[in-house]
């Protein structure tokens, strides 16, 4: 043991003075790696609060009419019914304004948040004066208190959560106090639920043929590298094809003329089918890859099986391989939804609608969808706009991110059940 | 016992039905293949419909006629029959041949002998008419490819089309984005796979993920109302303008951080423990089995994974056109305003955009070199994977 011992310490007599600078060394650029993790996490961190810091805080509001003089028996304007809206309108508004509102609508017609609108669009005209950060909001409310009544007397100061119920109802609104997203959200689901019916299907299909027929010759590798290097052209690429096939070349289908459909107020085929099967091409490669994977996964030993009671090719495929494969196939199905949801790029190029706020009401409609609602409103200068756009920002983030994890939770879910 | 007296009957029935039973073609699966292979197929169609929209509009680009302005006028009236006119002496010149352009008459010349041009009157269906004195000569031309891949100035309104300010603006942001993202990533890469337990892996690779499945308009967002004021304070508001390329770079690279560490980080664990165990049983520390024997075993992986988020880099769009500027400009300051080839396509495309103008076709041609340039860096980076991948058993 001991003559062990000496061995081992003659043969690192040149090795173990170096050692201490070796773990130190070791030591720094453990720190190192460990801080380009925070790195990250921290951007990520940033990168919420950020949002959030725009999405809440206080703002000071002139009322034209205090809403608070139009409550009625103690029940608050936010929550008085329909029948005692209308009523406050016909109160406070000229006769000649209310017959006309009348005339464009009738108000039997119309529905609460409609009403809840023009009462505070003719009534309360609220108008947000000035908006400070939830960050200045939480550690500087003194001064801000103090800023209020030295500037804005009239003005009066409250914590507004960009992000209400008015919010997600309301339409598109060139005020960024009446401001909402449901057109948008409407449009998304619109292009979204397209892409997918157009994708899906071929994708599989794709799949299928690549993992289950295709021989491997010539023209299916060429299938094979071109769907990995359509995976990585860029999204903008795509909405430039979509320019030139589906809004330009298909006009006459995807604007609706060729059945008759077509939305009098829809022109050059910028709708809602030209934007759905520009997302589908986009996510296509994406689904077929993920496809793949899935398809590849299900053991060999279940075909086998199958091919031995004497079942056909399609027969395996349909009644085996498909089902068990379903769980990963559905999880890269809806990573494609998040990413189709969240592209704004080939939107734009395809030629989103500036302005809607009307919903739309198929696939001929124009359209807007929320990340495109996102990018007009962060480039327009007001302020104002941001913390409408961060709001935008937050109910898409948690529209993603729930998609994610229902996907995540789909595949831990199914991920061992083969095994 | 009970499946002898099952299976007996079926025998007898094989030997009778032999014929029945041989393998029939099947119109139904036939059919059925030939629809799989039509979607496996639509895929190639996809990629020659870009090639082909692009390639044709990119054409029109180079050869759709443009009015040049010559800086020069008529000096004396011209009548609808008359074919000399005196113009200003001093201009840019143009040649026997060329097409010029009064007011809306388009002439061809014929002879110039210093100031007096003679031409033939109303060319390309426009009809001769009397211009009066000080009516502008333009000179049609088109956009040459030398113009287009040299010239470094673009601007549509005087018929400039040079791509160089917007591919410089491009690698402008991509550069940084790259400084930030690939040291970065790799770094994280190496944690992940190297150092952190399986506890701390499975709770740090997903909140990675959400970062990469975050919509890049977000990021845009980010690098307005966050990393411009930021740069902003740090550098002072007089050097760094409220668009600018290093803001858009630097959040970019948050963007394609993730990309990098997890396809990093994924050929990192593909390399067997063997080869760790091995270093470690010859005396190398944590780090230099890290870095020394793992990295380069994994390093066709990790610059696979380098090409592809520099290609994404190029590509990113909703950024650059929040965040990197409006308006081409041809700077290596990181601090001024510079619009990329994604920004302009999607700045240009915002509004409505006639089918049948330069600015229609100009995005074409802009998209055709994005295409390009993303397809030979994924094709390079699929080369290296297929060509320098160790394969260990």
Known sequence: ?419 | MVSQVNTRPYANETLTHRAALRRRPKISETLIQGFLFLCGALSILVTVGIVYELGKESLLFFTRQQWEETNRTLVEPMDAAQTTFKMTETGMGFGIGDTIRLRREATEVIDIRGDVVTVERAHQNTTAEAHTVGVEIELSRQVTLAEFFTKTEWNPQIGKYGIWALVNATLMTSFTAIIVALPLGLCVAIYLSEYASTRVRSTLKPLLEVLAAVPTVVYGYFALTFMTPLLRAIFGVNTVEIYNTASAGIVIGVLILPLVSSMAEDALSAVPQSLRQAAYSLGATRLETAVKVVVPAALSGIAAAFIVAISRAIGETMVVAIAAGAGPAFTFNPFKAAETMTGHIVRISGGDLSYDSMDYNSIFAIGLMLFFMTLGLNILSQRIVKRFREEYE
């Open chain 1, 1 to 419: 043991m001991k003559a062990n011992k000496d061995a081992i310490h003659l043969d690192t007599s040149g090795f173990t003075p170096n050692l201490p600078r070796r773990h130190r060394v070791g030591k720094l650029w453990l720190v190192i790696f460990r801080f380009a993790t925070v790195v990250g996490l921290i951007a990520l961190a940033t990168l919420l609060l950020n949002v959030m810091n725009s999405a809440f805080g206080y703002v000071a509001v002139e009322n034209k009419v205090d809403p608070d003089t139009l409550a009625v028996n103690g029940v608050e304007l936010d929550d008085l019914p329909k029948a005692e809206l209308v009523r406050i309108l016909q109160e406070n508004v000229s006769a000649g304004l209310f017959r006309r509102l009348e005339n464009d609508e009738p108000f039997a017609e119309r529905s609460r948040l409609d009403v809840y609108n023009l009462v505070l669009e003719r009534v309360v005209e609220p108008r947000v004066v000035q908006q400070w950060s939830l960050q200045d909001s939480l550690f500087r409310r003194a001064q801000i208190e103090a800023e209020v009544a030295a500037n804005y007397p009239k003005a009066e100061l409250e914590f507004k959560s960009w992000l209400d119920k008015y919010f997600i109802l309301n339409p598109q609104s060139a005020r960024a106090e009446r401001a909402g997203v449901r057109t948008a959200i409407l449009g998304s689901l619109w292009t979204v639920g397209i892409a997918i019916v157009f994708a899906f299907p071929i994708g599989v299909g794709g799949a299928i043929y690549l993992e289950e027929y295709a021989a491997d010759n010539a023209i299916n590798r060429v299938i094979r590298t071109n769907i990995n290097n359509l995976a990585g052209v860029p999204s903008i690429i795509y909405g430039i094809l979509g320019l030139a096939i589906f809004v330009r070349a298909l006009e006459p289908l995807t604007s609706g003329t060729l059945l008759g459909l077509a939305d009098p107020t829809t022109a050059n085929g910028r709708t809602i089918l030209s934007a759905g099967l520009t997302l589908g091409l986009l996510i296509l490669p994406m689904i077929i890859i993920n496809a793949q994977e899935a398809i590849r996964a299900v053991p060999s030993s279940l075909r086998q099986a199958s091919y031995g009671l004497g079942a056909t090719r399609w027969q395996t495929v349909w009644h085996h391989v498909l089902p068990n494969a379903m769980p990963g196939v559905l999880t890269g199905a809806i990573f494609a939804i998040s990413r189709a949801m969240g592209e704004t790029a080939p939107l734009v190029v395809i030629g989103a609608s500036t302005f809607i706020n009307v919903d739309p009401n198929g696939p001929f409609a124009k359209f807007t969808t929320l990340p495109i609602q996102i990018y007009q409103w962060t480039s327009r200068p007001q302020d104002v706009f941001r913390n409408i756009a961060a709001a935008a920002i937050v109910v898409l983030v948690l529209l993603l991110l729930s998609l994610n994890a229902s996907a995540v939770i789909l595949r831990n879910r199914f991920s061992r059940r083969l095994d």
